[in-house]
């Protein structure tokens, strides 16, 4: 596609509810990382895929928190029993390569867990 | 432990003004220095920094990297209110892929 694409752009979530967050990267791109940027804050790294493998995930804040890119193109975050502290908007960025290129980001998807 | 520090956090400008954002870092593997405008809600891309005093520019927009002092500037000349966003400074590392460790960002207001 054209850019980064999230959904859903909006997730209100009951506490202890389970979320799927969907990021389609840009066609090719081989590195995609998701962020979670809470408000106020700048973005805070969570997990890096290089194509379908995971090489980072030590940003991903506890076990509750998973991600897939199982054919090294569309990735899901799941978060299992949300809590408050999970609201936040959760930004997917991708890039051509491995090496050092700039990152395109979606337009983020906002969670609010009530 | 890396630290990414903007200032600002945040700047109210009239339309016509100059300003300076600035961004300090102290990282380990330093490998480059990009700058994001954040409007709603996605980055987008601005410049990315790789090399000491080599000033990039666009349009109204430049920024330049001193990696011995550890900072680099953005400046916008001729502000305009379209150019209201917070401004995100992120660094990568050489041993941790293409993560980027973004400071917390300055809140730019330009007013008519």
């Known amino acids: 596609g054209a850019g980064v694409s999230q959904s859903p752009r909006y997730k209100v979530a009951k506490r202890g509810q389970d979320v799927a967050l969907r990021c389609d990267p840009i066609?090719?791109?081989?590195?995609l990382f998701w962020y979670q940027q809470a408000l106020g804050q700048g973005p805070e790294f969570l997990t890096y895929f290089q194509n379908e493998a995971q090489l980072d995930k030590s940003g991903l804040p506890s076990d509750r928190f998973f991600a897939e890119r199982p054919e090294g193109s569309v990735s899901t975050l799941k978060i299992q029993r949300t809590q408050q502290e999970d609201s936040a908007v959760y930004l997917c960025a991708s890039s051509r390569g491995t090496g050092n290129t700039e990152a395109f980001f979606g337009q983020g998807t906002r969670l609010t867990v009530v | 432990e890396d630290k990414v520090v903007q200032s600002p956090l945040s700047l109210v400008v009239h339309e016509g003004d100059t300003v300076t954002l600035n961004c300090s870092y102290e990282?380990?593997?330093?490998?480059?220095l990009l700058w994001y405008k954040q409007e709603k809600k996605a980055p987008t891309f601005l410049f990315m920094l790789t090399s000491s005093g080599i000033e990039k520019k666009s349009g109204r927009l430049s920024s330049i990297l001193d990696k011995k002092e550890l900072f680099s500037i953005l400046n916008i000349t001729a502000t305009q209110t379209g150019d209201s966003a917070i401004y995100l400074c992120?660094?990568?590392?050489?041993?941790?892929?293409?993560?980027?460790?973004f400071g917390t960002g300055t809140s730019l207001t330009v007013i008519p």
């Open positions: 990282v380990t593997n330093f490998r480059s």
């Open positions: 992120a660094v990568t590392k050489s041993n941790t892929g293409n993560q980027f460790y």
């Open positions: 066609s090719g791109h081989v590195s």
